[in-house]
């Protein structure tokens, strides 16, 4: 499977983006998937998470309550609310194999996609 994630771009703080990760070969269907990010001089971190089913989600403590991860079969979203500054970076979705429908894993990702640049200005 190809991921090509979408929708960054320059904000101000207090605004909202919504990100896609779409598959350009084969289905998200077999998968976990998750959306990580990384800025500059720090490790990347898992964002949000979100079980094959959909059913079940996690999230980093820095975002709970502002942005909400969902998935189709082909499509995943990350919606960010209320963005801050420190929520700037590189944004990557990812799959997670092996996945069990129920569980939102936060560990155990492969096939990384291209990130998309998120700023959020002050």
């Known amino acids: 499977v190809q991921l090509q994630a979408s929708g960054g771009g320059l904000v101000q703080a207090g605004d909202s983006l919504r990100l896609s990760c779409a598959a350009s070969k084969g289905t998200f269907a077999p998968y976990g998937m998750g959306w990580f990010r990384q800025a500059p001089g720090k490790e990347r971190e898992l964002v949000a998470a979100v079980s094959r089913s959909g059913g079940s989600t996690s999230y980093a403590d820095s975002v709970q309550g502002r942005f909400t991860i969902s998935r189709t079969k082909n499509t995943v979203y990350l919606q960010m609310n209320s963005l801050k500054p420190e929520d700037t970076a590189l944004y990557y979705c990812?799959?997670?194999?092996?996945?069990?429908?129920?569980?939102?894993?936060?560990?155990?990702?492969?096939?990384w996609g291209q990130g998309t640049l998120v700023t959020v200005s002050s």
């Open positions: 990812a799959v997670r194999p092996n996945a069990i429908a129920s569980a939102a894993y936060r560990d155990g990702y492969t096939f």
